[in-house]
T-cell receptor, first 113, second 113 residues
Framework: DTGVSQDPRHKITKRGQNVTFRCDPI?????LYWYRQTLGQGPEFLTY????????KSRLLSDRFSAERPKGSFSTLEIQRTEQGDSAMYLC???????????FGPGTRLLVL | DQQVKQNSPSLSVQEGRISILNCDYT??????FLWYKKYPAEGPTFLIS?????DKNEDGRFTVFLNKSAKHLSLHIVPSQPGDSAVYFC????????????FGGGTRLMVKP
């Protein structure tokens, strides 16, 4: 399977705990995006990388959120001190470059109790 | 302010008939539009896209129409099949370096056998 993969697929955590999600993009795709989707809504942009550089962050990405893409391959999204409002589906997408179609992974569903 | 809107939360169509899903946008800087299909517990799957220099793009059973003056696009599925039952999202990107996508809220399509 050469699509975008995400791990874990599901995560249940208690409020205040830290969680980390991983995304492996399609190989040779140099752009990687993170989105968040809550129930009944469309995905909302969080941040994106061009190779290893994080080039833009949404105002939705509070300082409890941090994303990295070391070596321009896989990416991690960490949420510190989780809150119940962080419960959502976290989606990763990758694209070949500027103006190219974004392909999405299966998502990580987070539930904060 | 919702820049991309899908005003119909759901649509029910008989198998073999045409499904028409609509999407409106407000940001005149958007120049690339996409439709994604999403099954429960999966990430969005790319269906079809259209650039603002075109007014129609066709791919098999799927056709997307763009009316720039009305800031409106639609997805036509002909003939509809039960396997098309899913949530459909329209998305738009603008003239920015990141090409991040702005999504509508989705329309749930149900194709009855």
């Amino acid at each position: 399977d050469t699509g975008v993969s995400q791990d874990p697929r599901h995560k249940i955590t208690k409020r205040g705990q830290n969680v980390t999600f991983r995304c492996d993009p399609i190989s040779e795709h140099n752009r990687l995006y993170w989105y968040r989707q809550t129930l009944g809504q469309g995905p909302e942009f969080l941040t994106y990388f061009q190779n290893e550089a994080q080039l833009e962050k949404s105002r939705l990405l509070s300082d409890r959120f941090s994303a990295e893409r070391p070596k321009g391959s896989f990416s991690t999204l960490e949420i510190q001190r989780t809150e119940q409002g962080d419960s959502a589906m976290y989606l990763c997408a990758s694209s070949l470059g500027t103006g190219e179609t974004q392909y999405f992974g299966p998502g990580t569903r987070l539930l904060v109790l | 302010d919702q820049q991309v809107k899908q005003n119909s939360p759901s649509l029910s169509v008989q198998e073999g008939r045409i499904s028409i899903l609509n999407c409106d946008y407000t940001n005149s800087m958007f120049d690339y539009f996409l439709w994604y299909k999403k099954y429960p517990a999966e990430g969005p799957t790319f269906l079809i896209s259209i650039s603002s220099i075109k007014d129609k793009n066709e791919d098999g059973r799927f056709t997307v129409f763009l009316n720039k003056s009305a800031k409106h696009l639609s997805l036509h599925i002909v003939p509809s099949q039960p396997g098309d039952s899913a949530v459909y999202f329209c998305a738009a990107s603008g003239n920015n370096a990141g090409n991040m996508l702005t999504f509508g809220g989705g329309t749930r399509l149900m194709v009855k056998p």
